[in-house]
């Protein structure tokens, strides 16, 4: 007689002492990770860097088996891959996550003074809760493009010795107004302005006194506050005002991954979506062999926005790369139809603060393993690919064949709310794909947690796909 029941496990009670320190071993190399990879660009560098240290090449012509080839999407996506002793029209195992995070970018023209004081203006990034974004510490990350296309790093805000930038809120003694506005009212995109400075340029020497001279001087020493910014950058970066208009400067939690709970079970980071599963998807690629099957990893950008755009999942780039992996595109439907997908992204832990938006049988738990979720979507799961029943199966298989801890679970309660992944868009080019993703506290916060067997549970998820023969 089988077991007619079913009860998902926490893996903390099946996986042995052996285990769990390869799981805590994991989570400190994926800690380091996040602090080295903030933003997409960061991502994309660090996994490339990572990647040529165990052999990867940028890819240059049709590769042959065993080769590992790399191609990057204008450094903000990267899109890699190990040959396999198969031909590609036998399929592709492809893990697809992506490294864009919510955040505050900063507007094209974002310098002005109010009340002598310097602020950047910021245009928010992805689905966040604003009043989060308020009086804690910011980094900057990004790049300045120059007119001649020469391009300068900006990372401030991360090291001790260097400042950080923060966004003001109200006072609770005059916050009686405030108070009585819904969270979703209470901040506006508006009011996100991040305050940069209040020391002003100096003031220009009076050549002569009088009226008409004072007026003057007043002209010049207009706009002082913003000035000493400029200055400032200027010194530091050669930037000019101007400069701002072709940069992409984003503002990020500042500080590094930390253990979190007394027992150090969990992470809490900045960027765990969608970080947690592309550290996973790449780092199962980096120690990949030659596998039967090709197979592909995929660190996308632009998912937190709809993932459209030439470094977003719609992007007709990833048929470029599979073409050149192909030596041609005539194969490629052939090879999409026989292809598998994990749209690896993380999934909602159930948090017993909030336990009305979950329905218990149907949520993930913190430390049970990779969560399956076969459809996301809102309002009777549309927008979703929903993956098939065989699909949900084979994933089954796979992962028990293959010791990985793990569990099914859906994006909330019916009708609570909803969202969704690139799943949607591989699946839309004929590739069977289903989601799986480590799961988050507190996700879309400016720090998320996540625990760090469920971290390596989803490494392992993905070094057993790419070794899939099915
Ligand atoms: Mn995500
Ligand atoms: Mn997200």
Redesign the pocket.
């Known amino acids: 007689m089988p077991e007619l029941t079913y009860k998902n496990k926490n893996a903390y009670d099946t996986m042995d002492a052996a285990e769990i320190e390869n799981a805590q071993s994991y989570a400190a190399d994926y800690m380091k990770f996040l602090d080295a990879a903030k933003t997409e660009r960061e991502a994309v560098r660090e996994a490339i860097r990572l990647a040529e240290a165990r052999g990867f090449v940028p890819l240059a012509g049709q590769p042959r088996a065993g080769e590992r080839v790399y191609k990057s999407l204008g450094g903000k996506a990267l899109l890699l891959a190990v040959i396999g002793r198969q031909p590609l029209t036998n399929g592709l195992n492809i893990a697809g996550a ?1 490294v864009d ?2 955040r505050l970018d900063l507007k094209q023209l974002p310098l002005y003074e109010d009340g002598e004081m310097a602020f950047f203006k910021t245009h928010y990034y ?2 966040i809760k604003k009043y989060q974004w308020v009086t804690l510490p910011l980094a900057l990350h990004g790049i300045v493009v120059k007119a001649d296309g020469s391009a300068v790093r900006v990372t401030i805000g991360e090291n001790a010795d260097e400042p950080v930038f923060f966004v003001s809120d109200l006072l609770p003694h005059l916050g009686r107004d405030q108070n009585k506005k819904t969270l979703g009212e209470a901040f506006t995109g508006e009011q996100l302005n991040i305050l940069i400075g209040t020391a002003p340029a100096a003031k220009k020497p009076e050549a002569v006194s009088g009226d008409a001279a004072k007026s003057a001087g007043g002209e010049k020493d207009a706009d002082r506050f913003k000035k000493a910014v400029l200055e400032l950058l200027h010194a530091k970066y050669g930037i000019t005002e101007e400069d701002f208009l072709s940069a992409e400067l984003e503002a990020v939690p500042a500080g590094r991954a930390r253990e979190a709970g007394l027992d150090r079970s969990l992470i809490l980071a900045y960027g765990h ?2 970080r947690s599963c592309a550290y996973a998807a790449l780092r199962a690629m980096l120690e990949l062999e030659v596998p039967e099957k090709t197979a592909v990893c995929i660190l996308a950008d632009k ?2 926005v709809g993932s459209d755009g030439v470094t977003g999942m719609q992007s007709a780039a990833f048929e470029g790369f599979i073409a050149e992996l192909a030596g041609g595109s005539t194969q490629l439907p052939a090879i999409f139809e026989r292809s598998f997908c994990i749209s690896a ?2 999934c909602n832990a159930f948090d017993p603060n909030f336990p009305e938006v979950s329905e218990k049988n149907n949520s993930a738990r913190l430390n049970h393993g990779i969560g399956v979720m076969k459809f996301t979507g809102s309002g009777g799961k549309s927008g979703s690919s929903d993956a098939s029943a065989e699909t949900v199966a084979r994933l089954r298989r796979l992962f028990s064949e293959n010791g990985v801890a793990w569990q099914m679970t859906e994006l909330g309660k019916v009708d609570q709310g909803g ?1 969704g ?1 690139i799943a949607k868009y591989m699946a839309n080019r004929n590739i069977t794909t289903i989601d799986a993703g480590v799961p988050v506290i507190s ?2 916060a400016p720090w998320e947690a996540a625990a760090k067997l469920d971290c390596y549970m989803t490494y392992k998820g993905m070094a057993a796909l790419y070794g899939h023969r099915e």
């Open positions: 992506h995070s919510p992805g689905g979506d969608d998912e937190e992204d993380v969202g992944t996700m879309h």
